[in-house]
């Protein structure tokens, strides 16, 4: 906790009882070089990096349903089923808030898709875009 007394995160959340953030200095000082930057962060951390960089694009990418989400977590053989429904609640409540956070939405319906639907929307806002 230190790091956020320190004002040291640009973002923080706690899940599932770990801390989790992501350090100031180094991403301040890519874009001070002129270098995009790509976080992977939830929904309370796209919020606080959205109060620091307002004019950032922020992507957010969804299961195609929580159905199709849980059978992805159960695939990975690494879950246990109260994280899996801990993960999927968070899923629940961060999909029906994205649209207010987020400019972006891409449906990961099928992986190799995602990617190019990623890839494509770098440098635009404001799109709704799905992998169908």
């Given at each position: 906790m230190s790091l956020v007394a320190e004002d040291a995160l640009l973002e923080w959340a706690e899940f599932g009882g770990n801390l989790y953030g992501t350090p100031r200095r180094p991403v301040e000082e890519w874009l001070a070089a002129g270098d995009d930057v790509l976080l992977d962060i939830e929904i309370d951390g796209a919020r606080q990096i959205r109060d620091t960089f307002p004019t950032a694009l922020f992507l957010f990418i969804a299961?195609?349903?929580?159905?199709e989400l849980r059978r992805r977590l159960q695939g990975r053989g690494d879950t246990s089923e109260g994280d899996i429904r801990l993960r999927l609640e968070r899923?629940?409540?961060?999909?029906?808030?994205?649209?207010e956070v987020f400019d972006v939405l891409v449906?990961?319906?099928?992986?190799?898709?995602?990617?190019?639907?990623?890839d494509a929307v770098i440098g635009c806002d404001g799109r709704v875009v799905d992998s169908r």
């Open positions: 299961p195609p349903g929580l159905e899923a629940r409540r961060d999909l029906a808030s994205a649209p449906v990961n319906r099928d992986l190799e898709r995602a990617v190019d639907l990623v």
